[in-house]
């Protein structure tokens, strides 16, 4: 009970609590509908391609601005969005092997531009490798502020735009049909996630932010067969990892926050697999034993019946 009376003491420590709570948050919400989608390996492929757009930003401007780092991967996210579109449209080329080859050669690229940073001996470089696995301890309250943006601004556009979404994800030949613009919203949505992503680069990582996006929304997926309720669920399974994780850390000598926050989404997903209704495990464990049951009870009968005749 102390530990989290300290956590919440600190004022540093409760801006992070409630920059990855909102991270999650946010994250875990527009995570559906690319999970629903069938694009998880997307959320991967665009946290990759974003690195390469905050080197850019970066070298550009000369500061470490969020924001900035914003329109620099939001700009990356785009144009790997387009050539994965590009690809799949015009070639033969599957969209996962499509997704793979933009994400490698987005994120080699960034490392190289990350390299050339590291050796160009400016003074205001240190730390911008902590980008690539992330690092919550250098967030301060104008962070909070703008995470706290873009997660009202993820939750407003899919609260707007949930009939739209959700008809795309699961028909959108049907959504065609009724004249929606499926290109647009597809594209809408991609943009989301790269704003998720770039949200989230600070405190996770290019390389884990992705398992923060699709996690909470599979874990979520166990427990309902709504789609407004799993969004639900996604954002609060999202917003409990960045809770717990920050905690732990917190309690802990020199733990990552980010790492800690997808390791507890993961033990949600886990707890999910194994104990959510009809979908469980122990769930289907035990409808099969109750069928097994059910059968040797009413076998005998059948026997007789048999037998009778």
């Known amino acids: 009970m102390n530990s989290w009376l300290n956590m919440f003491a600190d004022p ?23 999970y629903l989608r069938k694009q998880s390996l997307m959320g991967d492929a665009l946290a990759h391609a974003a690195l390469p757009g905050v080197c850019i ?12 780092f914003l329109i620099g991967a939001a700009v990356a996210g785009v144009v790997a969005t387009l050539a994965i579109g590009f690809m799949t449209r015009y070639t033969r ?16 690229f960034g490392i190289m531009l990350l390299t050339e940073i590291q050796h160009s001996g400016s ?14 301890a250098t967030m301060v309250l104008s962070d909070v502020y703008t995470m706290t943006i873009i997660s009202v601004l993820l939750i407003g556009m899919c609260t707007l735009l949930f009939k739209e979404f959700k008809l795309i994800s699961f ?8 004249g929606l613009p499926v290109g647009l919203l597809d594209q809408a949505i991609m943009v989301m996630i790269v704003v998720a992503v ?32 799993m969004m639900c669920l996604a954002g609060v399974f999202g917003a409990v990892s960045g809770l717990v994780g920050t905690w732990i850390s917190t309690a802990g000598a020199n733990l990552p926050t980010g790492p800690l926050s997808v390791l507890c989404a993961t033990g949600l997903f886990i707890v999910s697999v194994v104990f959510a209704p009809r979908r469980g495990m122990l769930s289907k464990l035990l409808t099969r034993l109750a069928v097994k049951r059910r059968m040797m009870i009413e076998s005998p009968i059948t026997v007789r019946e048999g037998e009778s005749a």
């Open 12 to 34: 540093n420590t409760t801006w992070i609590l409630l920059g990855c709570m909102l991270l999650g948050l946010g994250s875990g919400i527009i995570g559906s509908f690319a």
């Open 57 to 68: 930003a970066f070298m550009l401007t000369g500061s470490k601005s969020i924001f900035g």
């Open 93 to 108: 080329i599957k969209q996962d092997s499509a997704i793979a080859a933009v994400l490698s050669v987005f994120f080699g």
């Open 123 to 136: 003074g205001n470089q240190s730390g911008l490798d902590k980008f690539l696995f992330g690092q919550a």
């Open 171 to 178: 028909d959108p030949g049907f959504a065609r049909g009724l």
């Open 198 to 229: 770039v949200a989230g680069i600070q405190a996770v990582g290019v390389v884990l932010m992705a398992a923060l996006l699709i996690t909470p929304a599979v874990s979520a997926r166990y427990w309902t067969e709504k789609l407004g309720v």
